[in-house]
Structures are given as structure tokens and as C-alpha cells.
């Protein structure tokens, strides 16, 4: 089992709480989107980072200042939006952090894919970003199948946490051996569910946490997940797409 979640704009350093245990695994093709970052105008930059001014400033400083080698922090700590404010892997026990270690993925548009305790250094690169580098139009041409090559050598299935945006760079490109099961939160609203940002991202770092302390390892056991008000709905899922909704909204009959 791999969890594939995704990655926050916001990042921070943090070289003290935990040791880095290894660098990115594909760090040859990071070297190679920071090159081409750093021959970049600065308003060409902006634009692909869709920022403002002082985000964009922040991220030009950071790039030419980057080493991909020192000073690092360890991944699952590195990124600070909501989800893993929901994680909150600083606060997790030996055990929940071995958990993370073996099961956790996180994508990256810079770095590929990231085992939790892979040492990163703060940047700006979403997975649609249109960077065009060594012929590939955008990173998901970038990137092609090898992340999903990367998770299949692992694993024979793989639990979906990620955004469509980061999704769809290895969903597609796994092979029929592996089974891809994805959750979606929302609520009902008009016989439809609706899902909203904000709610999916803190339910995806419950669940996350919510796995690790449980030691999940089944598809069939993440249906007892019931943490910030979310429910298991039979009615709404499928055998390779489970459904929670949130209890306040309306629930499927079931």
C-alpha cells in the first residue's frame, strides 16, 4: 500500500525536529527544472508561479540561493497548508512516523515524488505549471510515467489522497496491476456531492493521520473512517472509489 498525497504552496525550513534520511529520488531531474527556473526572466516566472509581487521576489531570492544538497528539511514537515496542519506529523508517535515512512508519497511538480523523509528545500513549481524543459511542454510531459513506474515497483495498490491536479500525473500511467482506490468528502447538495477545498484538504490530512494511527492496511478498513464529522456512504461509493460525507449534509440513502 502507498498513500499519494499532495504537496502546499507554502513551505517552510525546519533542520532541527527531524533528520533527513535521504535525498530526493529523482534529483537529477530537480537539478534540471532549477536550471531552468533560474535562466527564467523573473516576470516570465511570475507568470508561471500565478503569484504576486512579494511571492514572486520570495521565490526568485529562493532560487538563487537553492542547494538541492545542504540545509534541507525533511519533506513531511516542509510544507505547511492545511492538510498537514491536519497531519501533524511533528506531533505524531515513533510508531505513526514508521507508518508515514514505509506508506506516504508526496508529489511534487520540482521533485517528483517524495518519500516523507527526504531532505527538500522550500520552492514554488505546481504540477501545472506549463515549464518547458528538454522538449516536454509542461511538467506532466516532464514527469511522464516514471512516478507511476516508481509506485508500481513498490506497491500493488494505491490509496488516492491527492488533488486532480497531482493525480493525474501517475493515476493514468499505472499499470492494470495496480489497483488505484481514491476518496472523495463533500456533502450532498441538489442529489450531487460537492466538494470543497478547504474540507478536502483537512480531511485528507485527518485521514492520513487517521491511517497512521490505526496502522491501516486493507482498502476495506479505511471505510470505518468517521473523524471531523465524515461518514462512510456504500450508496455513493464504489469498489475503487469510496465516498464520505459529512454529517450536517444530507446522506445517501444507503
Known amino acids: 500500500m502507498r498513500i499519494i498525497i499532495s504537496p502546499a504552496k ?3 525550513t525546519d533542520t532541527d525536529s527531524f533528520l533527513i534520511e535521504a535525498l530526493p529520488q529523482f534529483l537529477a531531474d530537480t537539478e534540471r527544472l532549477l536550471a531552468a527556473m533560474r535562466s527564467t526572466p523573473g516576470g516570465e516566472l511570475q507568470a508561471l508561479w500565478k503569484c504576486n509581487d512579494a511571492i514572486a521576489r520570495l521565490n526568485v531570492e529562493r532560487l538563487r540561493n537553492m542547494d538541492l544538497r545542504r540545509g534541507l528539511t525533511p519533506a513531511v514537515l516542509s510544507y505547511e497548508g492545511i492538510q498537514y496542519q491536519y497531519l501533524a506529523p511533528g506531533v505524531m508517535e515513533a510508531g505513526q512516523l514508521n507508518y ?7 508529489l511534487s511538480g520540482f521533485y517528483g515524488l517524495l518519500r516523507p523523509f527526504d531532505g527538500v528545500a522550500p520552492y514554488r513549481l505546481e504540477m501545472q505549471a506549463k515549464l518547458s524543459v528538454g522538449g516536454a511542454k509542461d511538467l506532466y510531459a516532464f514527469w511522464g510515467g516514471r512516478l507511476a513506474e516508481r509506485l508500481a ?4 495498490w494505491v490509496l488516492n ?3 486532480r491536479e497531482y493525480s493525474r500525473a501517475v493515476t493514468p500511467h499505472l499499470p492494470p496491476g495496480v489497483r488505484v482506490l481514491t476518496c472523495t468528502f463533500g456533502q450532498q447538495s441538489g442529489g450531487k456531492v460537492v466538494e470543497k477545498g ?4 483537512m480531511a485528507r ?3 492520513t493521520r487517521w491511517l497512521a494511527e490505526n496502522r491501516i492496511e486493507r482498502p476495506e478498513d479505511i471505510r470505518a473512517f468517521c473523524d471531523l464529522e465524515y461518514g462512510f456512504s456504500p450508496g455513493l461509493s464504489e469498489e475503487n472509489h469510496y465516498v464520505f460525507i459529512k454529517r450536517g449534509g444530507q446522506y445517501a440513502a444507503d
Open 198 to 201: 478547504t474540507m478536502c484538504k
Open 10 to 12: 507554502k513551505m517552510r
Open 205 to 207: 490530512g485527518q485521514m
Open 100 to 106: 508515514l515512512r514505509e506508506h506516504l508519497r508526496i
Open 161 to 163: 489522497l491527492a488533488s
Open 153 to 156: 515497483a513498490e506497491t500493488d
